[in-house]
Protein backbone atom coordinates (compact mmCIF):
# COMPACT_ATOMS: atom_id res chain seq x y z
CA UNK A 1 0.00 0.00 0.00
CA UNK A 2 1.72 2.97 -1.28
CA UNK A 3 -1.28 5.23 -0.12
CA UNK A 4 -0.98 7.38 3.26
CA UNK A 5 -1.37 6.14 6.44
CA UNK A 6 -2.35 7.08 9.94
CA UNK A 7 -2.17 5.74 13.39
CA UNK A 8 -3.66 5.34 15.26
CA UNK A 9 -7.38 4.97 13.64
CA UNK A 10 -9.41 5.54 17.17
CA UNK A 11 -7.98 7.17 20.29
CA UNK A 12 -10.47 7.44 23.28
CA UNK A 13 -9.15 9.53 25.74
CA UNK A 14 -9.61 10.97 29.25
CA UNK A 15 -9.97 14.67 29.71
CA UNK A 16 -6.14 16.10 30.21
CA UNK A 17 -4.41 13.51 28.97
CA UNK A 18 -1.34 14.11 25.69
CA UNK A 19 -2.36 11.96 22.61
CA UNK A 20 -0.08 11.84 19.54
CA UNK A 21 -0.73 10.88 15.86
CA UNK A 22 1.32 9.55 13.46
CA UNK A 23 1.19 10.42 9.73
CA UNK A 24 3.09 8.35 6.93
CA UNK A 25 2.85 9.94 3.90
CA UNK A 26 3.23 8.88 -0.05
CA UNK A 27 7.37 8.57 -0.21
CA UNK A 28 7.85 10.41 -2.88
CA UNK A 29 5.54 13.82 -1.31
CA UNK A 30 7.86 16.57 0.41
CA UNK A 31 4.25 18.66 1.70
CA UNK A 32 2.84 17.27 4.19
CA UNK A 33 -0.77 18.35 5.99
CA UNK A 34 -2.46 18.42 8.73
CA UNK A 35 -6.65 18.80 8.73
CA UNK A 36 -9.21 18.96 11.43
CA UNK A 37 -12.75 17.93 10.70
CA UNK A 38 -15.46 17.67 13.31
CA UNK A 39 -18.77 16.66 13.07
CA UNK A 40 -20.99 18.37 10.04
CA UNK A 41 -18.29 20.52 9.03
CA UNK A 42 -15.71 20.18 6.58
CA UNK A 43 -11.99 19.73 7.01
CA UNK A 44 -10.14 22.57 8.31
CA UNK A 45 -6.73 23.47 7.64
CA UNK A 46 -4.11 23.31 10.73
CA UNK A 47 -0.70 23.24 9.25
CA UNK A 48 2.05 22.01 6.74
CA UNK A 49 5.64 21.07 6.58
CA UNK A 50 7.79 20.88 3.50
CA UNK A 51 10.16 18.39 4.21
CA UNK A 52 10.91 19.01 7.57
CA UNK A 53 10.08 22.72 7.69
CA UNK A 54 6.74 23.67 9.37
CA UNK A 55 5.70 26.31 6.64
CA UNK A 56 2.57 27.51 7.95
CA UNK A 57 0.15 27.15 11.13
CA UNK A 58 -3.59 28.04 11.41
CA UNK A 59 -4.99 29.87 14.35
CA UNK A 60 -6.23 26.85 15.47
CA UNK A 61 -3.46 25.61 16.23
CA UNK A 62 -3.64 26.47 20.37
CA UNK A 63 -0.47 26.34 22.08
CA UNK A 64 -1.23 22.36 23.22
CA UNK A 65 -0.46 21.36 20.02
CA UNK A 66 2.96 20.65 18.25
CA UNK A 67 3.61 19.12 15.21
CA UNK A 68 7.22 17.49 14.03
CA UNK A 69 8.60 16.05 10.81
CA UNK A 70 12.39 15.37 12.24
CA UNK A 71 13.53 13.57 9.33
CA UNK A 72 11.38 15.14 6.52
CA UNK A 73 9.29 11.76 6.16
CA UNK A 74 6.60 10.83 9.08
CA UNK A 75 4.91 13.54 11.11
CA UNK A 76 3.66 13.55 14.02
CA UNK A 77 0.96 15.85 15.56
CA UNK A 78 0.70 15.92 20.05
CA UNK A 79 -2.35 17.84 21.70
CA UNK A 80 -1.54 18.06 25.16
CA UNK A 81 -3.78 18.30 28.36
CA UNK A 82 -6.51 17.66 25.87
CA UNK A 83 -10.49 19.17 26.11
CA UNK A 84 -13.38 17.74 25.15
CA UNK A 85 -13.75 20.34 22.52
CA UNK A 86 -10.89 18.33 20.86
CA UNK A 87 -12.83 15.41 19.78
CA UNK A 88 -12.75 14.90 15.98
CA UNK A 89 -11.06 13.63 13.30
CA UNK A 90 -7.72 14.54 12.19
CA UNK A 91 -6.59 14.20 9.05
CA UNK A 92 -3.17 13.69 6.82
CA UNK A 93 -2.59 14.34 3.68
CA UNK A 94 0.47 15.11 0.83
CA UNK A 95 1.27 15.80 -2.32
CA UNK A 96 4.60 16.28 -4.40
CA UNK A 97 6.03 20.31 -4.72
CA UNK A 98 5.82 21.06 -7.99
CA UNK A 99 5.25 19.54 -11.21
CA UNK A 100 3.72 20.63 -14.35
CA UNK A 101 0.70 21.68 -12.74
CA UNK A 102 1.00 23.38 -8.69
CA UNK A 103 -2.48 22.82 -8.04
CA UNK A 104 -2.76 21.90 -4.54
CA UNK A 105 -4.43 18.48 -5.14
CA UNK A 106 -4.15 16.66 -1.45
CA UNK A 107 -3.86 12.71 -1.31
CA UNK A 108 -5.51 11.91 2.62
CA UNK A 109 -5.25 9.52 4.83
CA UNK A 110 -8.43 7.84 6.50
CA UNK A 111 -7.75 9.26 9.36
CA UNK A 112 -7.39 9.55 13.19
CA UNK A 113 -10.89 10.33 15.22
CA UNK A 114 -9.93 11.55 18.76
CA UNK A 115 -12.75 11.10 21.55
CA UNK A 116 -12.34 13.00 24.65
CA UNK A 117 -14.26 11.74 27.34
CA UNK B 1 -8.82 34.10 1.31
CA UNK B 2 -11.00 32.16 -0.39
CA UNK B 3 -14.58 30.81 0.77
CA UNK B 4 -16.94 27.56 -0.23
CA UNK B 5 -20.16 27.47 0.39
CA UNK B 6 -21.73 24.59 0.02
CA UNK B 7 -25.86 25.63 -0.81
CA UNK B 8 -27.25 22.10 1.01
CA UNK B 9 -26.12 19.88 4.27
CA UNK B 10 -28.21 16.48 3.33
CA UNK B 11 -29.60 15.53 -0.32
CA UNK B 12 -31.82 12.47 -0.06
CA UNK B 13 -32.46 10.88 -3.44
CA UNK B 14 -33.80 7.83 -4.48
CA UNK B 15 -31.76 5.16 -6.55
CA UNK B 16 -31.72 6.07 -10.44
CA UNK B 17 -32.69 9.74 -9.93
CA UNK B 18 -30.45 12.62 -10.87
CA UNK B 19 -28.38 14.26 -8.15
CA UNK B 20 -27.15 18.10 -7.71
CA UNK B 21 -24.71 19.48 -5.13
CA UNK B 22 -24.29 23.16 -5.23
CA UNK B 23 -21.15 24.42 -4.56
CA UNK B 24 -20.41 28.53 -4.70
CA UNK B 25 -17.08 29.87 -4.06
CA UNK B 26 -15.70 33.43 -3.27
CA UNK B 27 -12.53 34.42 -5.35
CA UNK B 28 -11.25 37.04 -7.07
CA UNK B 29 -8.18 35.31 -8.95
CA UNK B 30 -7.79 31.92 -10.55
CA UNK B 31 -8.63 29.04 -8.98
CA UNK B 32 -8.77 25.48 -8.82
CA UNK B 33 -11.96 22.94 -7.64
CA UNK B 34 -12.01 20.21 -6.38
CA UNK B 35 -14.81 17.78 -5.05
CA UNK B 36 -13.78 15.14 -2.54
CA UNK B 37 -15.70 12.51 -1.51
CA UNK B 38 -15.88 10.31 2.10
CA UNK B 39 -17.24 7.17 2.51
CA UNK B 40 -18.59 6.15 6.25
CA UNK B 41 -15.43 5.78 8.45
CA UNK B 42 -12.66 6.46 5.60
CA UNK B 43 -10.61 9.61 4.37
CA UNK B 44 -11.41 11.96 1.42
CA UNK B 45 -10.90 10.77 -2.19
CA UNK B 46 -10.63 13.31 -4.61
CA UNK B 47 -13.70 12.81 -6.81
CA UNK B 48 -12.77 14.97 -9.79
CA UNK B 49 -10.68 18.71 -10.73
CA UNK B 50 -10.96 21.60 -12.53
CA UNK B 51 -7.53 22.88 -13.47
CA UNK B 52 -7.92 24.78 -16.88
CA UNK B 53 -9.59 23.94 -20.35
CA UNK B 54 -12.66 22.42 -20.61
CA UNK B 55 -15.56 23.95 -17.51
CA UNK B 56 -16.70 20.27 -17.66
CA UNK B 57 -14.81 17.82 -16.04
CA UNK B 58 -16.27 14.16 -15.06
CA UNK B 59 -15.45 11.33 -12.92
CA UNK B 60 -14.86 7.70 -14.07
CA UNK B 61 -17.93 6.81 -11.83
CA UNK B 62 -20.39 9.00 -14.04
CA UNK B 63 -20.22 12.25 -11.73
CA UNK B 64 -19.47 15.49 -13.55
CA UNK B 65 -19.15 19.13 -12.52
CA UNK B 66 -19.19 22.58 -14.06
CA UNK B 67 -17.11 25.29 -13.55
CA UNK B 68 -19.10 28.88 -14.05
CA UNK B 69 -16.48 31.85 -13.26
CA UNK B 70 -19.29 34.15 -13.92
CA UNK B 71 -21.47 32.40 -11.18
CA UNK B 72 -18.50 31.52 -9.01
CA UNK B 73 -19.64 28.14 -9.10
CA UNK B 74 -18.73 24.50 -9.65
CA UNK B 75 -21.93 22.34 -8.76
CA UNK B 76 -21.61 18.66 -9.01
CA UNK B 77 -24.12 16.74 -10.57
CA UNK B 78 -24.93 12.94 -11.54
CA UNK B 79 -27.82 11.76 -13.79
CA UNK B 80 -28.57 8.37 -11.98
CA UNK B 81 -27.43 7.64 -8.74
CA UNK B 82 -26.73 4.47 -7.49
CA UNK B 83 -26.70 2.99 -3.55
CA UNK B 84 -22.89 3.05 -3.21
CA UNK B 85 -23.12 6.85 -3.87
CA UNK B 86 -24.18 7.26 -0.26
CA UNK B 87 -21.32 9.42 1.37
CA UNK B 88 -20.30 12.83 1.94
CA UNK B 89 -19.15 15.24 -0.51
CA UNK B 90 -16.93 18.02 -0.01
CA UNK B 91 -15.90 20.88 -2.48
CA UNK B 92 -12.61 22.51 -2.06
CA UNK B 93 -10.98 25.38 -3.74
CA UNK B 94 -6.89 25.34 -3.86
CA UNK B 95 -5.44 29.12 -2.72
CA UNK B 96 -2.18 30.03 -1.77
CA UNK B 97 -1.26 30.23 1.99
CA UNK B 98 0.83 32.90 4.08
CA UNK B 99 3.63 30.81 2.54
CA UNK B 100 3.05 31.50 -0.85
CA UNK B 101 2.11 27.61 -1.46
CA UNK B 102 -1.08 26.40 -2.47
CA UNK B 103 -3.88 25.00 0.68
CA UNK B 104 -7.00 23.78 0.32
CA UNK B 105 -10.33 25.12 1.66
CA UNK B 106 -13.36 23.14 2.03
CA UNK B 107 -17.05 23.80 2.29
CA UNK B 108 -18.71 22.22 5.18
CA UNK B 109 -20.26 19.31 3.33
CA UNK B 110 -23.03 17.86 1.38
CA UNK B 111 -24.45 14.36 2.84
CA UNK B 112 -26.34 12.18 -0.30
CA UNK B 113 -28.42 9.29 1.03
CA UNK B 114 -29.51 7.47 -1.68
CA UNK B 115 -32.64 4.83 -0.90
CA UNK B 116 -34.10 2.03 -2.60
Known amino acids: DTGVSQDPRHKITKRGQNVTFRCDPI?????LYWYRQTLGQGPEFLTY????????KSRLLSDRFSAERPKGSFSTLEIQRTEQGDSAMYLC???????????????FGEGSRLTVL | AQSVTQLDSQVPVFEEAPVELRCNYS??????LFWYVQYPNQGLQLLLK??????LVESINGFEAEFNKSQTSFHLRKPSVHISDTAEYFC??????????????FGAGTTVTVRA
Open chain 2, 92 to 105: AVSELGRSNDYKLS
Open chain 2, 27 to 32: SSVSVY
Open chain 2, 50 to 55: YLSGST
Open chain 1, 49 to 56: FQNEAQLE
Open chain 1, 27 to 31: SEHNR
Open chain 1, 93 to 107: ASRRKGGSKVTGELF
